[in-house]
T-cell receptor
Framework: KAGVTQTPRYLIKTRGQQVTLSCSPI?????VSWYQQTPGQGLQFLFE???????NKGNFPGRFSGRQFSNSRSEMNVSTLELGDSALYLC?????????????FGEGSRLTVL | AQSVAQPEDQVNVAEGNPLTVKCTYSVSGNPYLFWYVQYPNRGLQFLLK??????LVKGSYGFEAEFNKSQTSFHLKKPSALVSDSALYFC?????????????FGRGTQLTVWP
């Protein structure tokens, strides 16, 4: 079974631009979550989607948004990029029906903002 | 507020020796506890979890973790370290009342196993 796939793996943008990152969960998984990983802040939760509905959200500004499609694929968008948005963005999926399940992470999209 | 502490940024052990990576947490109620490992330029890989029951849980690659409710700790252990265990290890917790995708992570501990 294929794992969580994130595209693109690497990208470089300049301040003020916007970026869209894509995540394809493991087949059959309906829960998709996004995390930001930086050396300074560590791993921080962005948001979580289930069946096309956002059901949890972290403490990030409105420039960060996401959505989930009917096939469970998810995208996240960051508008008006800032230097501090440079990070590894990780997507995770789960097929668990209860909240005792573990998350399965993709390899991430590394964003560099110049 | 929920928080996870990994008091050691770096742990160095010799191959063949036992290893321990420490984790303490501050979460209301009885949280679910997890360990993940991250290799360079890769995502996180699940190692093990504690939900309920036996305080010693066994996971992937020979790792185990001991849950101690009174000390609110969940230390990761392995009886005999391998050089290939060298990686970044994260402890994470989930509040029982929270959603599936919401984990709180520690800052990570870099484990180096030298030959």
């Amino acid at each position: 079974k294929a794992g969580v796939t994130q595209t693109p793996r690497y990208l470089i943008k300049t301040r003020g631009q916007q970026v869209t990152l894509s995540c394809s969960p493991i087949s059959g998984h309906r829960s998709v979550s996004w995390y930001q990983q930086t050396p300074g802040q560590g791993l921080q939760f962005l948001f979580e989607y289930f069946s096309e509905t956002q059901r949890n959200k972290g403490n990030f500004p409105g420039r960060f948004s996401g959505r989930q499609f009917s096939n469970s694929r998810s995208e996240m968008n960051v508008s008006t990029l800032e230097l501090g948005d440079s990070a590894l963005y990780l997507c995770a999926s789960s097929g668990a029906l209860a909240n005792t399940g573990e998350l399965f992470f993709g390899e991430g999209s590394r964003l560099t903002v110049l | 507020a929920q928080s996870v502490a990994q008091p050691e940024d770096q742990v160095n052990v010799a191959e063949g020796n036992p290893l321990t990576v420490k984790c303490t947490y501050s979460v209301s109620g009885n949280p679910y506890l997890f360990w993940y490992v991250q290799y360079p330029n890769r995502g996180l890989q699940f190692l093990l979890k504690y939900i309920t029951g036996d305080n010693l849980v066994k996971g992937s690659y020979g790792f185990e973790a001991e849950f101690n409710k009174s000390q609110t700790s969940f230390h990761l252990k392995k009886p005999s370290a391998l050089v290939s265990d060298s990686a970044l290890y994260f402890c994470a917790v989930r509040d029982r009342g929270s959603t599936l995708g919401r984990l709180y992570f520690g800052r990570g501990t870099q484990l180096t196993v030298w030959p």
